[in-house]
């Protein structure tokens, strides 16, 4: 069974920083899309970045490009979601999922569907 494991988030002053990390265990494929998404109340979830297992090949939505910076952890199996430059419109929940289709890593949003796992979320807030 797979299984999704976030950590970091919480609270950050607009301009500061946060970090997101994602482990998963029970994967048994060897290749898969791992990434980001957020949701914010009455708003629709959106794709923030992807990375894939090559960990060369990277997305990012054009809200956070610039400012984010999506990474495999040092441990196998683990993400990183370095998030700079904070702003008040970055605060929401933030889900790691993770695809065995390696498209869903170019177009998250489109092929949101194709994520099947999902981790339970972590908020990020950020005030002005």
């Known amino acids: 069974q797979v299984q999704l494991t976030e950590s970091g988030g919480g609270s950050a002053q607009a301009g500061g920083s946060a970090t997101l990390s994602c482990a998963m265990s029970?994967?048994?494929?060897?290749?898969?899309?791992m990434g980001w998404f957020r949701q914010s109340p009455g708003k629709k979830r959106e794709g923030v970045a992807t990375i894939f297992t090559n960990g060369d090949d990277t997305y990012y939505a054009a809200a956070v490009k610039g400012r984010f910076a999506i990474s495999r952890g040092i441990a196998e199996d683990t993400m990183n979601l370095q998030m700079n430059g904070l702003e008040p419109e970055d605060s929401a929940m933030y889900y790691c999922?993770?695809?065995?289709?390696?498209?869903?890593?170019?177009?998250?949003?489109?092929?949101?569907?194709?994520?099947?796992?999902w981790g339970q979320g972590r908020e990020v807030t950020v005030s002005s």
């Open positions: 999922a993770v695809s065995d289709w390696r498209w869903a890593c170019e177009n998250p949003d489109k092929y949101e569907a194709k994520y099947d796992y």
């Open positions: 029970g994967y048994s494929g060897k290749m898969y899309c």
